[in-house]
T-cell receptor, first 115, second 113 residues
């Protein structure tokens, strides 16, 4: 079955240190991949997307993600965390081998940034 | 401003009553979606529509109904058959082409008492 797995439900970092949020998916085909961010009681904002161009994708607010097909991973990174990065982050996939073009969400990772 | 408007932001209903959540978009997107969000579970797809006058069930459609009579509107009705309706509901839209991202509204928090 096709699925999206975010390996950490909570991540806590200190301000100024690197951020790593992990995501794996299961699919035989190369999917479209996204990271979204959600601040409390708000809608979702697109951080970045991978759609079969460069495997290293740059997004907003200094975030990056690398698509590794051999590992079926799409981990999100940022070199230096800022207090304003505290939010919930979702790895999202469109599985291209199905007729359904709706987004499938991971369960989310809550990022805490300590001063 | 182009975007997706969900209304109301907060909604309270008594158990056993049907309630309709509004979603309007002016992005000229073909596809629209409804998701439900519960703590610790990510977003789960309720219904989606790729084109006007057509829609499909998502993963948790039981107890919900939708209509797509206009391209810009995709209202969601939470019926009395939905056993646990209290949740945060998010509407989204996209071009519907392969691999394109979706844009989200600000959500409606429904509380059933």
């Amino acid at each position: 079955a096709q699925s999206v797995t975010q390996l950490d439900s909570h991540v806590s970092v200190s301000e100024g240190t690197p951020v790593l949020l992990r995501c794996n998916y299961s699919s035989s085909y190369s999917p479209s991949l996204f990271w979204y961010v959600q601040h409390p009681n708000k809608g979702l904002q697109l951080l970045l997307k991978y759609t079969s161009a460069a495997t290293l994708v740059k997004g907003i607010n200094g975030f990056e993600a690398e698509f590794k097909k051999s590992e079926t991973s799409f981990h999100l990174t940022k070199p230096s965390a800022h207090m304003s990065d505290a939010a919930e982050y979702f790895c999202v996939v469109i599985f291209m081998d199905t007729g359904r073009r709706a987004l499938t969400f991971g369960s989310g990772t809550r990022l805490q940034v300590q001063p | 401003d182009g975007g997706i408007t969900q209304s109301p932001k907060y909604l309270f209903r008594k158990e056993g009553q049907n309630v309709t959540l509004s979603c309007e978009q002016n992005l000229n997107h073909d596809a629209m979606y409804w998701y439900r969000q519960d703590p610790g579970q990510g977003l789960r797809l309720i219904y989606y529509s790729q084109i006007v006058n057509d829609f499909q069930k998502g993963d948790i459609a039981e107890g919900y109904s939708v209509s797509r009579e206009k391209k810009e509107s995709f209202p969601l009705t939470v019926t009395s058959a939905q056993k646990n309706p209290t949740a945060f509901y998010l509407c989204a839209s996209s071009w519907g082409d392969s691999g394109t991202e979706a844009f989200f509204g600000q959500g409606t928090r429904l509380t059933v008492v």
